[in-house]
Nanobody
Framework: QVRLVETGGGLVQPGGSLTLSCAAS????????IAWFRQIPGKEREGVAV????????YYGDSVKGRFPISKDNAENIVNLQMNDLKPNAPAVYYCALDYMAYPSFLEPLYDNWGQGTQVTVST
């Protein structure tokens, strides 16, 4: 059974940085594709970043391009999201999701496995 555990959330000032980690376990021998999504209260969940298990290609949401690099530690089965130059916003819950598609995608129905989420607040 796939298990995803997100860590690293917290309170950070605008312009600051924070790194989220997603520890994955229980998946098959295939290299999975892992994505980060976020949800702000009152808004739809949006794709933030995704890294392909097939070739390591990455894809980013328009609002975070150039600021939130995603990376994967294959040895530890951990995917990190380095969040830089954070913008003030209502508290957002960041989720990681895992599946075995060949190409990176933000289509939520494609992901069968989700973590519980970690909250990030950007505020003074």
């Amino acid at each position: 059974q796939v298990r995803l555990v997100e860590t690293g959330g917290g309170l950070v000032q605008p312009g600051g940085s924070l790194t989220l980690s997603c520890a994955a376990s229980g998946f098959t021998s295939k290299s999975p594709t892992i994505a980060w999504f976020r949800q702000i209260p009152g808004k739809e969940r949006e794709g933030v970043a995704v890294i392909s298990g097939t070739d390591g290609s990455t894809y980013y949401g328009d609002s975070v391009k150039g600021r939130f690099p995603i990376s994967k530690d294959n040895a530890e089965n951990i995917v990190n999201l380095q969040m830089n130059d954070l913008k003030p916003n209502a508290p957002a819950v960041y989720y990681c999701a895992l599946d075995y598609m060949a190409y990176p995608s933000f289509l939520e129905p494609l992901y069968d496995n989700w973590g519980q989420g970690t909250q990030v607040t950007v505020s003074t």
